[in-house]
């Protein structure tokens, strides 16, 4: 079975504190990506990488930044959390092979900033 | 850009009954995937079922089965015989063929149908 991890479940910042968000994939998956989930908005793309150190852009990247170095790892930074960042964040990750690109996640980290 | 509606927030079934879960997009693309996730209460979102767009026969997993009407752009979801476990979110989400930067692309969400299992 796929395994994607998040390092922390509940997370608690302060306004402009320097946030790091980790994911990590056991199964050499070239996709990863980063979802926000809202109530009421379900889910967002933030950024997604397709190979180590490539990134693009998804619908909602303001405020953002992400980074891969190694496959398995792809982080997600918050350069300045604002309230308004208070947020569950789910990484999720996908073969990427077009016939079978599922995406799998992580059991998601709640951010709140204060 | 792609849209993806779920029009139903919240529904309730007795257990064993079926329940349809309704899903509608707005694409100019002509190949793409279309998903069924849940999420239950421990917040673990699961792949329920997925759909190629150039297939025409509807997609079954188990209890689990879609009604994909591609002209349409509907792509509901019917869970049969349904179980207290069933109990979750369920979103429904659209993904393109047509790659953007490398071979690879986000899904787009819905917002999200809270499906309640009653005993």
């Not at chain 1, 792809?74 to 079978?100: D, H, K, P, R």
């Not at chain 2, 779920?6 to 002509?30: G, I």
């Not at chain 2, 792949?47 to 994909?68: C, D, G, M, P």
Request: charged share 20%.
């Amino acid at each position: 079975d796929v395994k994607v991890t998040q390092s922390s479940r509940y997370l608690v910042k302060r306004t402009g504190e320097k946030v790091f968000l980790e994911c990590v994939q056991d199964m050499d998956h070239e996709n990863m990506f980063w979802y926000r989930q809202d109530p009421g908005l379900g889910l967002r793309l933030i950024y997604f990488s397709y190979d180590v150190k490539m990134k693009e852009k998804g619908d909602i990247p303001e405020g953002y930044s992400v980074s891969r170095e190694k496959k398995e790892r792809f982080s997600l930074i918050l350069e300045s959390a604002s309230t308004n960042q208070t947020s569950m964040y789910l990484c999720a990750s996908s073969l990427g092979l077009a016939e079978v690109d599922t995406q799998y996640f992580g059991p998601g980290t709640r951010l709140t900033v204060l | 850009a792609q849209t993806v509606t779920q029009s139903q927030p919240e529904m309730s079934v007795q257990e064993a009954e079926t329940v349809t879960l309704s899903c509608t997009y707005d694409t100019s693309e002509s190949n793409y995937y279309l998903f069924w996730y849940k999420q239950p209460p421990s917040r673990q979102m699961i792949l329920v079922i997925r759909q190629e767009a150039y297939k025409q026969q509807n997609a079954t997993e188990n209890r689990f089965s879609v009604n994909f009407q591609k002209a349409a752009k509907s792509f509901s979801l019917k869970i049969s015989d349904s179980q207290l476990g069933d109990t979750a979110m369920y979103f429904c989400a659209f993904m393109s063929r047509s790659y953007s930067g490398g071979g690879a692309d986000g899904l787009t969400f819905g917002k999200g149908t809270h499906l309640i299992i009653q005993p």
